[in-house]
Every structure is written in C-alpha cells, then in structure tokens.
C-alpha cells in the first residue's frame, strides 16, 4: 500500500498525524484510563451507555469543528467571536472556556500529583512541587518547538498502549 502514495503525500500524512495524537490524549490517558477502571469495578456494564453517548458527542464535535475549519479556514472559537461580534455576548464564552481549561488542567495536575504519592510514596505536598516543576519544564522546553511537544506526546501515548496491551 505504501507504494501508491508518493514521498510527499506520506510526508503530508505525518505531518498532520501530530495533531491528531494531540487530540487522542483527551482519550488515552491515564486520569480517563483510572477512571474507567474504577467505574467499571463499581458499577459493571452500567454505565457504558455514558461512554459511548460521550464519545459519539465527543467525535461529532470534532468532525464538525473539522469541517467547519476546511470550508472557512477559520477555527471554532473564531467563528462564535464573530457571529456573536458584541463584547458583552462573548465574554461569557471566554469566561466559560477559561473555566473549563483549568478544571481539566487542574485533573492532570492532580492525577500526577497522586501518581507520583502511589508509585514512589513521595508525600502529597513533594509530589505537588514536582508536578509543579514538570508542568514549568515542559513549557520552558517546548514553548518554541511545538514539533518536540508533538513527538513527545506521541511517546507517551505509544507507551500508554503498549503497556495496556
């Protein structure tokens, strides 16, 4: 098959899978991985029809956002800031957003926080000054190589797979 596809339409291909790994770990980590597990202890097989209407919502967004920017080369976010074009109307929507960025930034932090205590039994408030450490190192690092943030979540996601297999 790798044959029909020339040099530059995989180069293109490749290119574009770095996003596409970016969007994945809203799906493959280790806090939805956790939590899964532990519903899926508690409650058996009741609560799949959640799973699969939040996934179903979940791809529909994306495919349309997906859409929306190949017919109008504009994001989600920028055409709700021009339909709405009053200020008043979109802060709101900036508000919310903020809100909902940092509640689940907040997640991942505290999910590492508790990995860190449960697999190396380092104090809660250690654990916390490293998470903090790492969130800042990473941003250093990569605040001008998207590229490296890319191909670094893609390892991570690699070894997420590999060690649920």
Known sequence: ML???SNGMLRKFIIYLGPAILVSLAYMDP?????????GANFNYDLVWI???SSLMAMLLQYLS???GIA???SLAELIRLKLGK???IIPYW???EAIIAATDLAEYLGTVIALNLLFGIPLLHAAVIGAVDVLLILTLTSRRFRLLEQMFMI?????????M
């Open 31 to 39: 806090g939805n991985f956790g939590t899964a597990i532990e519903a």
């Open 87 to 89: 200020k008043r109307f």
């Open 66 to 68: 997906g859409k929306i």
């Open 3 to 5: 044959n029909r596809f």
């Open 72 to 74: 109008t080369g504009r």
């Open 51 to 53: 799973v699969w209407l």
């Open 95 to 97: 508000i919310g957003a």
């Open 156 to 164: 991570f996601v690699s070894i997420i797979g590999i060690g649920y």
